[in-house]
């Protein structure tokens, strides 16, 4: 059993699935741990992750993450080539994907994130943005007309 030391995927878990307060009270979780105990990441973990989850039978892979390279904007290509496969893989087995629009208070239609700025290009991504308790968008959060569900 992989352990949470950064503590996100446990808290995000707990708002999709628990049994009392969960929106899906009655789903199973299968953890995968993906990201370091600050919460980064290779690509290569990443991919595997998602991939090990769909080969275990999961048909909503939930990540409340991002991945961009605006340093190094010619990565970003790569990083999206990345994505795109294993999204591929994700739309053959009748999966779906519900990921983060991310915290950067961007537009991810212009400056993209991955995965959820596929969305266009994949039905199976569902991009979502933070919103506070009356459903407004939460400052800190980023945005999309395309990306973002």
């Known amino acids: 059993m992989p352990f949470d030391d950064y503590g996100h995927g446990t808290?995000?878990?707990?708002?999709?699935?628990?049994?009392?307060?969960?929106?899906?009270?009655k789903a199973r979780i299968l953890p995968v741990k993906i990201l370091d105990g600050i919460g980064t990441g290779d690509e290569a973990s990443i991919y595997g992750g998602m991939l090990y989850a769909l080969d275990e039978g999961a048909k909503v892979l939930s990540m409340s993450m991002s991945s961009s390279d605006r340093k190094y904007p010619e990565e970003q290509e790569v990083l999206a080539a990345g994505y795109?496969?294993?999204?591929?893989?994700?739309?053959?087995?009748?999966?779906?994907?519900?990921?983060?629009?991310?915290?950067?208070?961007?537009n991810i239609d212009v400056n993209p994130v991955y995965p959820g700025s596929l969305?266009?290009?994949?039905?199976?991504?569902?991009?979502?943005?933070?919103?506070?308790?009356?459903?407004?968008?939460?400052?800190?959060?980023?945005?999309?007309?395309?990306?973002?569900?």
């Not at 795109?84 to 961007?106: C, Y």
Request: no cysteine; glycine share 8%; proline share 3%.
């Open 119 to 149: 969305a266009p290009e994949f039905s199976t991504v569902i991009t979502v943005a933070a919103t506070k308790l009356n459903g407004q968008p939460a400052s800190y959060t980023n945005f999309g007309a395309k990306s973002v569900t």
């Open 84 to 106: 795109r496969e294993v999204l591929k893989e994700i739309s053959k087995k009748g999966a779906v994907l519900v990921t983060s629009a991310g915290n950067l208070e961007d």
């Open 11 to 25: 808290h995000t878990a707990g708002l999709a699935a628990s049994a009392f307060t969960g929106v899906a009270k």
